[in-house]
C-alpha cells in the first residue's frame, strides 16, 4: 500500500452506493478496482483520479470472469483489502406472480454473484492474513415484505453464508460486514428494478403495500461515503450495521413479534423434542 490507502474492489460500481462508495475511497487517496458490466459508467471516476482507478467489466453471474476480474485487480495493485459485493437489482413480484426465469436471475446476480466475489477474494485475503468484505444486505435481508419475496430469499441467504463465513476467516485477519440499508433516493426501486407479470387477485395487496411505502422517509445516498469509511477503518467493524434512520425500531419490532410467537409455542416445541434417549 501507499501511505497506508487501501485497495477496494468494488461490484456495481456503475451508479447508486457502488458508485458513491468509489468516489469516497478514492477521494481521500485509496485505490478501486470499479466493476461494472459497462466501464464507460465508471469513466468520470477515472477521469477524475486516473490510474488509481482500475476499471474492469463484470458481470458477477459469470463465475469464469469473476475469477479472472478478481485476479486482474490483486495483480494490477498488489493487494486487496476491502472486497465490497454490492452488484444486485430488486425483483418486484408477489410469489406466485416471480416465473422461474425471474427467480434463478435474482438469485443469480444477489446471491451467487457475491458468492462468486468472495470465494475468489479469500485466498488471496488469507494469504495476506488481513482483508475486510463487505456485503451489501439489506433491511430486507432480516425481515420481510409482501411483493418482494424472492429478493428477500437473496439476501436472507447472503446473509446466512455472511455469518457462517466471518466465523470461519477470523482467525485469519479477516474481516466481514453486512451493510443493511432502509429505503434510499437510488434507482433500486426504479430502471434497475425487474417487475413480475402481476395477477390481479394481488392487487389489494399491491395497493397497501404502496402505502406503506408513500409514507416513509427515504436516505440521502451520498451521506453513506463516509459512513462506509468509518466501517472500514474501524478496528472492530459490526458484523451487521443498518444504513438509515429507521430500521432498528423496525426489527425491533419484528424480533419482539418472534420472540413472543416463540414462547407461545414453546410448550409444543418441547414436546415435539420427544423423550430423551439414553446414551450408549
Known amino acids: 500500500m501507499t501511505n ?4 477496494w474492489f468494488i461490484t456495481g460500481s456503475s451508479k447508486g452506493f457502488g458508485h458513491i462508495w468509489a468516489e469516497a475511497a478514492l477521494a481521500r487517496g485509496d485505490r478501486v478496482a470499479a466493476t461494472a458490466r459497462n466501464t464507460d459508467t465508471v469513466k468520470d471516476l477515472v477521469d477524475a483520479y486516473g490510474d488509481a482507478v482500475l476499471p474492469i467489466a463484470l458481470d458477477v453471474t459469470d463465475k469464469a470472469a469473476v475469477d479472472a476480474a478478481v485476479a486482474r485487480a490483486h495483480h494490477h495493485f498488489g493487494r486487496l483489502d476491502v472486497v465490497v459485493n454490492n452488484a444486485g437489482y430488486g425483483l418486484f413480484g408477489t410469489v406466485e406472480e416471480v416465473t422461474e426465469e425471474q427467480a434463478r436471475a435474482q438469485l443469480e446476480t444477489n446471491l451467487f454473484g457475491a458468492l462468486w466475489v468472495t470465494k475468489a477474494a ?6 495476506q492474513g488481513s482483508g475486510h468484505i463487505i456485503q451489501v444486505s439489506s433491511i430486507g435481508g432480516v425481515n420481510a415484505f409482501p411483493t418482494l419475496g424472492l429478493y428477500h430469499a437473496s439476501k436472507w441467504a447472503l446473509e446466512g453464508f455472511s455469518q457462517s463465513l466471518a466465523a470461519e476467516v477470523a482467525a485469519f485477519g479477516i474481516k466481514v460486514t453486512l451493510v443493511e440499508p432502509t429505503g434510499y433516493t437510488t434507482d433500486w426501486a426504479g430502471p434497475s428494478s425487474i417487475h413480475a407479470a402481476e395477477i390481479p387477485a394481488y392487487d389489494d395487496v399491491r395497493a397497501a403495500r404502496a402505502q406503506a411505502w408513500a409514507n416513509r422517509t427515504r436516505g440521502n ?3 453513506t461515503g463516509a459512513a462506509i469509511l468509518e466501517i472500514v477503518d474501524a478496528a472492530e467493524p459490526p458484523l451487521r450495521i443498518f444504513f438509515g434512520d429507521g430500521p432498528l425500531e423496525m426489527i425491533k419490532g419484528e424480533y419482539a413479534n418472534r420472540i413472543a410467537t416463540w414462547e407461545q409455542w414453546n410448550d409444543l416445541s418441547v414436546r415435539a ?3 430423551a ?3 450408549g
Open 4 to 7: 497506508g490507502s487501501k485497495v
Open 122 to 127: 479469500l485466498p488471496l485475503l488469507r494469504a
Open 221 to 223: 445516498p451520498e451521506a
Open 273 to 275: 423434542h420427544g423423550a
Open 277 to 279: 434417549s439414553p446414551e
